[in-house]
T-cell receptor, first 116, second 115 residues
Framework: AQSVSQHNHHVILSEAASLELGCNYS??????LFWYVQYPGQHLQLLLK??????LVKGIKGFEAEFIKSKFSFNLRKPSVQWSDTAEYFC??????????????FGKGTKLSVKP | DSGVTQTPKHLITATGQRVTLRCSPRSGDLSVYWYQQSLDQGLQFLIQYYNGEERAKGNILERFSAQQFPDLHSELNLSSLELGDSALYFC??????????????FGPGTRLLVL
């Protein structure tokens, strides 16, 4: 069964600090990878996605993620965080179609708190 | 705003009751997905419908059921409610059925509290 691990439950940073959130997935085949963000009281929004091609993916709001197949990882990065980045971040993986588990498997999420 | 709408926003009910959550997908999207978000289980996929047909099933309890109507809106029915069913229920939609190279767009969710 596929699974997604997010290593940090809660990350606290000061503004302008650099961010890296870890994500590892278990599926060994071809995967599509996503990072979603959930701002307080809001719905999930897509930050970025990887389907194929360049393993360094750029998303919205200055976020990027790197797919490293050999490490089964898809870490999220931002060079300089802002207070408005305070949110919960979810990594998700979609495996090949037809799986009984459904189409999108989420990690438990990482809460990011940015201090002004 | 993702274009996915969900009603109601909040729902408070008692154990043993039945509720219906409603979702309207983005214009043009044929697939609807339901997810449950709880503190202990995180975000879990429940079920997917594509163009009126059940497409994939996840960790959905037998007390829960869903359907997608000809106008593509979907309803999630939760019955014999238990305290542990208290959660945020999200609906998402995508254009196609596979979910594989699809981007799912999420609605604002329905927060269910079972007392």
């Amino acid at each position: 069964a596929q699974s997604v691990s997010q290593h940090n439950h809660h990350v606290i940073l000061s503004e302008a600090a650099s961010l890296e959130l870890g994500c590892n997935y278990s599926y060994g085949g071809t995967v599509n990878l996503f990072w979603y963000v959930q701002y307080p009281g809001q719905h999930l929004q897509l930050l970025l996605k990887y389907f194929s091609g360049d393993p360094l993916v750029k998303g919205i709001k200055g976020f990027e993620a790197e797919f490293i197949k050999s490490k089964f990882s898809f870490n999220l990065r931002k060079p300089s965080v802002q207070w408005s980045d305070t949110a919960e971040y979810f990594c998700a993986v979609a495996g090949p179609p037809g799986g009984s588990q459904g189409n999108l498997i989420f990690g438990k999420g990482t809460k990011l708190s940015v201090k002004p | 705003d993702s274009g996915v709408t969900q009603t109601p926003k909040h729902l408070i009910t008692a154990t043993g009751q039945r509720v219906t959550l409603r979702c309207s997908p983005r214009s043009g999207d044929l697939s609807v997905y339901w997810y449950q978000q709880s503190l202990d289980q995180g975000l879990q996929f429940l079920i997917q419908y594509y163009n009126g047909e059940e497409r994939a099933k996840g960790n959905i309890l037998e007390r829960f059921s869903a359907q997608q109507f000809p106008d593509l809106h979907s309803e999630l029915n939760l019955s014999s409610l238990e305290l542990g069913d208290s959660a945020l229920y999200f609906c998402a939609s995508s254009v196609d059925a596979s979910g594989y190279q699809e981007t799912q767009y999420f609605g604002p969710g329905t927060r269910l509290l079972v007392l």
